[in-house]
C-alpha cells in the first residue's frame, strides 16, 4: 500500500512538473492565431563570410499564452509585391541551428524567434527583398507581413539572384525559438 502511494505520489509530482517546466502551461495551450500575433524585429546581425541573416519576434498581443511549434514557412517579395523565386530550407548554416523544433509557449507580451539567412549572390541580383511574409507552422493560410528587417534594425542583404542557380537563392529557416540566441548554432 505505501509503495502504491508513492507510485500515485511521483507520478502526480511527474504531472505538474511537466506542466510547469521549461516555459509550457501544459497541454491546455492552444496554437497561436495571427490576429494575436505581431511581428517585430531583432537587433543587428553582423554577416559571416557572406551570409547575411535577419531575425524576427513573433510578440503575442493577445490576453493568454499561446504555442507555437515548427519551422514556419518564409515568403519575400519585391517593393511591387511580385513574388521572389528562392528556395527555402529548414536550417542549419553558418547563423541557424541544426536543433530540431519544438513547442516554444508565448505569454502575454512576450515573443518567439524566427532567423532567416542567405548568402549574397554570386553573380549578380536582380532586386532587394523589401517585403516579408512568415506562416506559421501548422496554420493553413495563417500569416504575418512587414517590411524586411534590412530597413529596419538588421544588415540584410536579401538580394534576388540573376542566376537561378546561384548559391544565393537559398533561404535558410530557422525553427520558431523561445530567444534569439536558441535560433544560432551557438544558442
Known sequence: MRQRAWYVAVAMLASVLAGCGAGTTGHSTRPCRAGALALGYGPRLIPMTEEHGDWYKLINRGPSAC????????????????????HYTNGPSQFITGAPPHAVVVRPGASAWVLIAKNSCILRSDQSAAVIRITLPGQRHVSLSGRTA??????????????????????????IEPTRQATTPLG
Open 67 to 86: 504555442v507555437l511549434d515548427g519551422y514556419p514557412t518564409v515568403t519575400l517579395y519585391r517593393k511591387g509585391g511580385t513574388r521572389l523565386r528562392f
Open 150 to 175: 534590412g530597413g529596419a534594425a538588421g544588415v540584410s542583404d536579401l538580394d534576388h539572384c540573376h542566376d537561378p542557380h546561384d548559391p544565393g537563392q537559398t533561404v535558410a529557416v530557422s525553427p
